[in-house]
């Protein structure tokens, strides 16, 4: 384990973080549900906003642990406000010097993956950070790291903004001017918000939807469907392991992402693609009758084979027509019933679910 060195201009970094008077102040639900949106982006079970005093860190917003802070030495986030314009991640904290022989690392709750986006003050010192930490070694995405950027930048407005809320309690006499700054921050901050709220709907892989945005989207489709109801397809790549197993991930991500396009430029306008999990993808299909869902899957289905990247790839596909009266995760298992049946009877096949 390395102790993290003390940052550049440390004393001026200290007076900047003193100025917020944020220190040792109570929890707040902003600054939670922009950890709650880091940690549904990353994937990861824990999560924080983290400020670096002189000899501590201290939690503004923790979440999967317990506590209120921990000694500067022993904290991720120390090295990470180093590199101020950087994202700091650690896939595996075991192989990191700096961390292998952490407290948190060998022992509870044993951090294995790390990544932080440090919180700058308007004057540009990095005050702390907004992390995600997991347990298990992971890596982080393009997309989730712009995103947890994006996110970083929303908790230094937030503090922004608190201080402007305490300096407008102080100089009633100019409210108006610091009422309308108050008003643009929380625009800003909301505009942002309904931007991540997007991303945390969206596969970070794919670029399709997620199983989040799946969900609603079919229960309003059985919600608004009239005379057809819609249809759902769950679909399956064929021995996607032993892709894994063979080629590498790498690779395995390319099939990924290319079905993802073949879906997108098949169903865009028409319905839903989105990424369930793993290999499978579902396909929502609004009033459409199932002689034309089935052709839709069988079409996807040769598309599928004819995908120009130098692999052998086939789908199974189960599909299933909603029926009056079940729920819509009733109508997922039916479909993923005729997955199983598909693949049992030899893959590379559409089933129609009973």
């Known amino acids: ?72 030495d022993d904290a991720f986030c120390a090295h990470t406000i180093l590199a101020p314009q950087e994202l700091t991640v650690v896939q595996d904290a075991r192989d990191d010097a700096r961390f292998s022989g952490n407290p948190s690392v060998v022992g509870d709750p044993h951090i294995r993956f790390y990544a932080g986006a440090p919180l700058l003050s308007s004057d540009g010192y990095a005050l702390g950070s907004l992390c995600v930490f997991d347990s298990v070694p992971a890596q982080l995405a393009a997309p989730q790291a712009n995103a947890l950027r994006a996110l970083s930048r929303q908790v230094s407005r937030m503090m922004e903004m608190r201080l402007l809320r305490m300096q407008i309690d102080h100089h009633q006499d100019e409210h108006d001017w610091y ?56 679909v399956d790549i064929d021995h996607f392991k032993m892709v894994n197993d063979i080629h590498g991930h790498a690779e395995g ?43 839709q899957c069988e079409y996807l289905r040769e598309s599928v084979s004819l995908l120009p990247i130098g692999l052998p790839i086939s789908v199974s596909i189960g599909l299933a027509v909603h029926r009056d009266g079940e729920s819509s995760g009733d109508t997922l298992r039916r479909a993923d019933a005729a997955l199983y049946q598909a693949k049992a009877e030899g893959r590379d096949r559409v089933v129609v679910a009973g």
Request: hydrophobic share 40%.
């Open 253 to 295: 991500d390319v099939v990924l992402t290319e079905l993802a396009a073949v879906l997108k430029s098949q169903f865009a306008g028409r319905g839903m693609a989105a990424r369930y999990g793993g290999e499978e993808f579902v396909i929502l299909m609004p009033n459409t009758p199932l002689q034309q869902a089935e052709l």
């Open 1 to 72: 384990m390395i102790k993290p060195p003390i940052p550049a201009h440390e004393a001026e970094r200290l007076a900047a973080l003193q100025r917020y008077r944020i220190l040792d102040t109570a929890r707040d639900q902003e600054f939670d549900d922009l950890v709650t949106i880091a940690r549904t982006i990353c994937n990861t079970p824990m999560g924080a906003v983290t400020l670096i005093d002189r000899d501590r860190q201290w939690f503004k917003s923790l979440q999967g642990l317990e506590g209120e802070q921990t000694p500067r």
């Open 179 to 234: 009422e309308a700054r108050l008003a643009e921050y929380y625009q800003q901050l909301e505009q942002a918000n309904l931007e991540l709220s997007e991303q945390t709907r969206t596969d970070p892989l794919t670029g399709l939807s997620n199983r989040r945005a799946l969900t609603a989207a079919l229960a309003d489709a059985i919600e608004r469907a009239c005379e057809v109801p819609p249809a759902v397809a769950i």
